[in-house]
């Protein structure tokens, strides 16, 4: 292996995370919603939601009468 063989170990030991944005509001309700039909009891999707940052009010409301993001 040499130093262009793109399996050679990197010499940067600071991980480097890739640029994000937040998630949209619809994203959002879509995550409390599939939270809330995989968890066990409500304990348990409490304490995902909240480890997650989420909120239940997130996940209430038909996406049709949600407001846009163009809307805000």
Do not use: F, K
């Amino acid at each position: 292996m040499n130093a262009y063989s793109p399996t050679a170990p990197s010499q940067n030991l600071q991980p480097t995370l890739p640029r994000t944005e937040e998630p949209t509001a619809e994203q959002r309700r879509r995550a409390v919603r599939a939270i809330a039909s995989a968890a066990a009891d409500a304990t348990e999707c409490a304490e995902l939601l909240e480890a997650l940052g989420l909120s239940p009010e997130e996940g209430r409301g038909i996406p049709s009468q949600l407001p846009s993001q163009r809307d805000r």
